[in-house]
């Protein structure tokens, strides 16, 4: 399911609210038709797998940045192969182990900011949580990481459900359903393709002037 919409349309704020980190103020959430309130908080937390476009990492090793209570090297690993950077930590000396930054040690590495994106997805695949949500996943990665990602997505994710939040419209074409947000209001719900058909439709308004955006500067 991927969220569409102009700047301020509502999309990331609908996420927070969707992970509780604030509550509704009006009206409801239901998750299996249960208003998410009447969940137990922390097994609610579980439930989601979450990139925010403003992630953090910390200055320890690249394996305490995915995985701290576990010692899972097989799923680390298989974490670092799905989000792409896998090849990067193997030739690392220090591998998993290496610091992010020189903040505590010379012997850290100041990853790019395409890695450190690649680096937040393993956490969120490490997690494994039932349900994905990415908040513009890719927008530090270059056109042929992001496209890469994006032809393997079913491996990458595998069949969770996945809420994807992006502003390259081009990158919505694979999912299931695209909403399209403006303010309160859901104005368009469709595939790519139906919503393109739409020849006054808010979703082809914004695909066409992306399109053009990029023919014009190619």
Not at 144 to 156: G, K, T
Not at 188 to 213: P, V, W
Request: aromatic fraction near 12%; proline fraction near 2%; charge should be negative.
């Amino acid at each position: 399911l991927s969220l569409v919409g102009l700047n301020g349309a509502g999309k990331t704020t609908l996420i927070k609210l969707l992970c509780r980190l604030y509550d509704v103020q009006e009206g409801e959430i239901l998750v299996n038709g249960i208003n998410i309130k009447e969940y137990e908080y922390e097994a609610y937390l579980k439930l989601f797998s979450v990139v925010f476009q403003d992630f953090k990492v910390i200055s320890f090793s690249v394996k305490e940045n995915i995985e701290i209570l576990e010692n899972n090297h097989e799923k680390l690993y298989h974490s670092f192969e799905r989000s792409g950077i896998k090849k990067r930590i193997q030739e690392l000396p220090l591998k998993e182990n290496t610091f992010i930054n020189k903040w505590f040690t010379k012997d850290g590495v100041e990853f790019s900011g395409g890695e450190m994106q690649k680096l937040a997805i393993s956490r969120a695949l490490y997690k494994d949580g039932p349900i994905i949500i990415l908040d513009e996943p890719t927008a530090a990665l270059d056109p042929l990481a992001e496209a890469e990602i994006y032809y393997r997505f079913n491996e990458v994710i595998g069949k969770k459900l996945t809420i994807f939040i992006s502003h390259r419209l081009s990158s919505c074409r694979f999912s299931d359903r695209i909403v399209v947000l403006d303010g309160q209001n859901i104005v368009e719900i469709g595939t790519h393709e139906e919503l393109m058909s739409h020849s006054n439709g808010r979703y082809k308004e914004m695909f066409d002037a992306q399109a053009k955006y990029y023919q014009e500067n190619s």
